[in-house]
């Protein structure tokens, strides 16, 4: 079965600071991973996805995620962060075969001032 | 840019009773998902849903619930009786190619807040 590991509750950042928010999975298959975004209020948004090709994965906002094999690791990063990225980010992951998405339980990011 | 849509956003009832949470896809989305949220827990799948018939379903989702397409552009999940436990908040999801493209990407609505007393 699948799963997604997201170790951090809560993961605190100066603005203008790198972020990182930690992301692992676990699949029978190969991986296609996926980072939302959900702000207060709203639902969970799509930041960006990986399926196969270039580790280093492009996604909404200035978002970045390295995709590692060998660490079975997806890490969620921006090189600056801004106060406006304060949300709660979801690590999901997608097995060949099924249409289901399942989710790591959410890593709060508060970037302070 | 297109969105999902999902109303009520906050629903309240009282237990045993019957609730319809209501989704509006994506216009030219041909797959539909639900999900929920319980407070401080995981996002879970229950639901998928595809040519009027369901295509996935969880342990979560017995026989208490069932999904309806009832018109062109609206996307139903029906609690028949509810439980305190069904307290969440519920995604309404959809995409357009579903397990036809491994690439395919899941958008989400805002959400209903499901509130059993």
């Known amino acids: 079965a699948q799963s997604v590991a997201q170790p951090e509750d809560q993961v605190n950042v100066a603005e203008g600071n790198p972020l990182t928010v930690k992301c692992t999975y676990s699949v029978s298959g190969n991986p296609y991973l996926f980072w939302y975004v959900q702000y207060p209020n709203r639902g969970l948004q799509f930041l960006l996805k990986?399926?196969?090709?270039?580790?280093l994965v492009k996604g909404s906002y200035g978002f970045e995620a390295e995709f590692n094999k060998s660490q079975t690791s997806f890490h969620l990063k921006k090189p600056s962060a801004l106060v406006s990225d304060s949300a709660l980010y979801f690590c999901a992951v997608r097995d060949w075969g099924y249409s289901t998405l399942t989710f790591g339980k959410g890593t709060m990011l508060l970037v302070s001032p | 840019e297109p969105e999902v849509t999902q109303t009520p956003s906050h629903q309240v009832t009282q237990m045993g009773q019957e609730v319809i949470l209501r989704c509006v896809p994506i216009?030219?989305?041909?797959?539909f998902y639900w999900y929920r949220q319980i407070l401080g827990q995981k996002v879970e799948f229950l639901v998928s849903f595809y040519n009027n018939e369901i295509s996935e379903k969880s342990e979560i989702f017995d026989d208490q619930f069932s999904v309806e397409r009832p018109d062109g552009s609206n996307f139903t999940l029906k609690i028949r009786s509810t439980k305190l436990e069904d307290s969440a908040m519920y995604f309404c999801?959809?995409?357009?190619?579903?397990?036809?493209?491994?690439?395919?990407?899941?958008?989400f609505g805002p959400g209903t807040r499901l509130t059993v007393l």
């Open positions: 216009s030219n989305h041909l797959y």
């Open positions: 999801a959809s995409s357009d190619s579903g397990l036809a493209d491994i690439t395919d990407t899941q958008y």
């Open positions: 990986y399926i196969t090709g270039d580790n």
